[in-house]
Structures are given as C-alpha cells and as structure tokens.
C-alpha cells in the first residue's frame, strides 16, 4: 500500500502559506516587470524636465516647472497659458499688483536693454507680462474627470490665439496625461477643420496637411514630440467617444467635419 505524502503546510501551518511558495516565483517576475517600468518612466520624465515640447509652432506642452520662467516662456514667444492644474499649481504671471507690475517692468526693460532689443511689452492694468491664462481645475483621474468638459474651452483658446499670431502653452503637473489629452484633442479637432477648409478660403491650420486623425494618431503626433505622453485611461477613452460623436453626428447632419460641434467663439 502506498504511502500517502504530507502536505508540506509550512511555519505558518497552513495551505495558503504553501500556495504563497508556489507563486513566489511568479511574484518576483512581476514586481521585477514593475520596477522596470517606473525606471523607464522616470528615465522619460527627467529626459523632459523643464521642456517646453512643441507639438505645432503654436502650440507647446510642459509640465510645472517651467511657467514661472518668464524668460523662457518670452523667447518661445508663448502669449497664453492653458493651466490644467489649477488646483495644484498657481500662475506665476496673473493679477499683478501696481507695485508688482512696475517692479516687472522695470526688470523687463532692463534685461530687454542689456539684449538690444528694447523695452518689453507690460500691461500695468492686469498682469506684468502680456501672458493671458484659462485656468482648469482638474485631477488627474480617469474615474472622477471627464476631460470632454474642458475640450471645447482650451480648443477655442487654443485657437483664438493662433489666429491673433500668439503660441500657447497647456501644462499639467507633469506634462504627461492632461496637458497631452488636451494637445491631442487639438489635433484631432484642427484635421478635422484642415479637411472641411480644403479648397476654401481660410486661415491656413499650420502642419495638418493629410488625412483626418483619430485618437491614436494625434497621440502619436503629440508622444513623437513629447515622449513621455500618456494620458489615463479615462481621458483616452473620453476622447476616443468625443471623435465617434462628432463623426456620427457629422454623417447625420450631412454637413462638413467641424460643423456640428464648434468651439465657442472667443470673447470680444
């Protein structure tokens, strides 16, 4: 008669002690696979740090650490700030004060007299700089924000400074998933008014010349400049609904890709 073997039930005396011992193995590989990830992730967030990415010649993306830079945010020639995180970060250039303002002024034309190239721009009735800011109280969360809400406001801002010769700059906390979701939403939006213009007397939309882009390949466009890109889940999955939507609702109006839902118009 064959002998029955024991379980082997370990210190703890248990079968889930045993199942732990099976699955060891497997354990490690994951967190292993984990923790090659966040180091990739991290080597991609330092490789941006302090970048301002441009995604068009109009348009740019960073993250927090650069729009206290006024310098920087100058020679680029940004005019207006999209701040996705209001809630975490302030801007640095709104609601100067009369003193304040002077002080700027006074540091702009002197650092624009060491360059040569004269006195700076200061607006001495809001803030110190000509920078013009929409501010978006968001979380980064693909459970609680639904990035829609917001789209039409920054693609209209976006826009309405373009077409007035100014460059803006979206930024989140990182410069990885809101910030990126908006730069997006941009592109898809603005092939979409490339293709309706075609032929057409129109402002000319810089750099979207080609087929009409989805959610994939505007993200593609937008990862190709900032390699760190990656919206959550839920804004990925918000906009890929937002372009179903619009191309739906353009096949039963019988109308051109941009019409049915438009940005509003920028205030006079």
């Known amino acids: 008669m064959k002998a029955v073997p024991k379980l082997n039930l370990g ?64 020679g680029l020639g940004i005019t207006q700030v999209v701040n996705c995180a209001g809630l975490h970060v302030r801007n640095h250039f709104e609601a100067f004060g009369p003193a304040e303002a002077a002080e700027a002024a006074a540091a702009a034309e002197e ?60 930024h989140c906390v990182q410069g990885v998933s809101r910030s990126c979701a908006f730069a997006a939403a941009y ?5 979409d008014q490339a293709s309706a213009a075609s032929g057409q007397q129109k402002a000319p939309l810089l750099g979207f010349q080609g087929p009409k882009l989805g959610y994939a390949e505007a993200l593609a466009r937008v990862k190709a400049r900032r390699g760190v890109a990656s919206p959550n889940v839920g804004f ?12 739906h609702l353009c096949w039963a109006n019988h109308t051109a890709p941009a019409q049915p839902l438009l940005p509003p118009p920028p205030p006079p």
Not at 47 to 61: K, R, W
Not at 111 to 128: I, L
Not at 187 to 191: G, I, N, Q, V
């Open 11 to 74: 210190p703890a005396g248990s079968l889930q002690a045993q199942r732990l011992d099976l699955n060891a193995g497997d354990s490690l590989e994951t967190t292993r696979y984990r923790r090659e990830e966040l180091e990739i992730k991290k080597d991609k967030l330092a490789a941006c740090f302090g970048v301002c990415s441009e995604i068009t010649p109009f348009l740019f993306v960073s993250g927090r650490e650069v729009v206290s830079d006024r310098a920087l945010l100058r």
């Open 236 to 247: 990925a999955a918000g906009l890929t609904q937002w372009a179903k939507l619009r191309a």
């Open 187 to 191: 592109l898809m939006w603005a092939s």
């Open 111 to 170: 650092e624009e007299g060491e360059e040569g190239r004269g006195p700076a721009k200061v607006d001495h009735k809001g803030s110190g700089s000509s920078i013009k800011y929409l501010t978006l109280h968001m979380v980064d969360s693909a459970h609680v924000e639904d990035v829609t809400w917001f789209v039409y406001d920054v693609i209209g801002a976006v826009e309405a400074e373009r077409l007035q010769g100014g460059a803006t700059l979206v």
